[in-house]
């Protein structure tokens, strides 16, 4: 027999430090990959706390940020986990004396190529984000407004923004009182109004619209409510461009006229409504 073939090439001191070396810096990565994801997911919350911060009316979701981010730290766990058992499989395989490429190359393509989606998906969904953001002047955002986002709130108006234009926001309204079946009192165009005796005037329309099924209790329990119902919604642009939805705060109109607990739900689907109009 020969006696070459029996002989194992033992791995040298240097080999197993060197392993060593490999697995830290695959610690170190996955490492890295958690605490990315963790930035990633909470940064979703860091845009709700600062729109909140600018008292804006209406909070945008940023729910997706927390998949990337989870998606993030679950590729890390999966490195680190890999790469402690590839690491202790070269191990043993230096023990046996085998002279084996390890198979680390794989896990460093594989992460290069899921990092390189997870980049393309955040690219994707931050443009896809940037191109919704609704902007009436079409140059600044809802961030850069120069009309305060939320008017004073003694007067009991509330003003939440719009998505579309005056005429788009009326005719979005319309359609779905009509689908609610409310009848739609009438709409006064004021700045057409102002048009016919020339003079200029941004666009601005009153919607004015109601049930007497759910009016008439209403005016019943606190007759001084009348002077304020029917229903309104204001619809407006201001001085930049920008369209807004104005209605009487439902709470005001409780404490100002008495109205009962149980018969609010009547006069708050004026709050529902306007939402729905502005989405």
Do not use: C
């Not at 890295?32 to 994801?37: C, D, K, R, S, T």
């Not at 993030?72 to 680190?80: M, T």
């Not at 005429?167 to 689908?179: F, H, N, P, R």
């Amino acid at each position: 027999m020969n006696a070459s073939a029996g002989t194992e090439r033992k791995a040298a001191l240097s080999d197993y430090l060197a392993a060593e070396r490999t697995l830290l810096a695959w610690i170190r990565t996955g490492l890295a990959l958690m605490g990315f994801g963790f930035v990633v997911a909470r940064f979703g919350l860091f845009l709700q706390q600062l729109q909140i911060a600018e008292h804006a009316p209406s909070v945008q979701s940023y729910g997706h940020s927390l998949w990337f981010g989870t998606a993030l730290i679950g590729a890390g766990v999966a490195v680190n986990l890999l790469s402690g058992w590839h690491h202790l499989r070269l191990v043993r395989m230096m023990d046996q004396g085998e002279v084996t490429r390890p198979q680390t190359t794989s896990l460093a393509v594989a992460t290069s190529l899921f990092l390189a989606l997870v980049g393309l998906a955040m690219a994707i969904y931050l443009i896809s984000l940037r191109g919704s953001e609704p902007s009436n002047s079409g140059n600044n955002s809802r961030r850069n407004m120069e009309t305060p986002m939320t008017p004073a709130t003694d007067n009991g108006i509330i003003s939440i923004p719009s998505n579309h234009s005056v005429d788009q926001t009326v005719e979005k309204l319309k359609g779905i009182l009509q689908a609610k079946g409310v009848t739609v009192f009438a709409l006064v165009d004021h700045s057409g109004e102002a048009e016919k005796v020339g003079m200029k005037m941004h666009p601005t329309k009153l919607l004015i619209f109601g049930s007497p099924k759910g009016g008439t209790p209403v005016m019943h329990a606190a007759p001084s409510i009348a002077i304020d119902l029917p229903l309104k919604i204001l619809v407006w642009e201001d001085a930049v461009g920008h369209v807004w939805l104005s209605y009487n705060s439902p709470a005001y109109l409780q404490q100002r006229h008495g109205v009962p607990q149980n018969l609010l739900p009547n006069i708050v689907v004026v709050e529902t409504l306007a939402v729905a109009g502005a989405a």
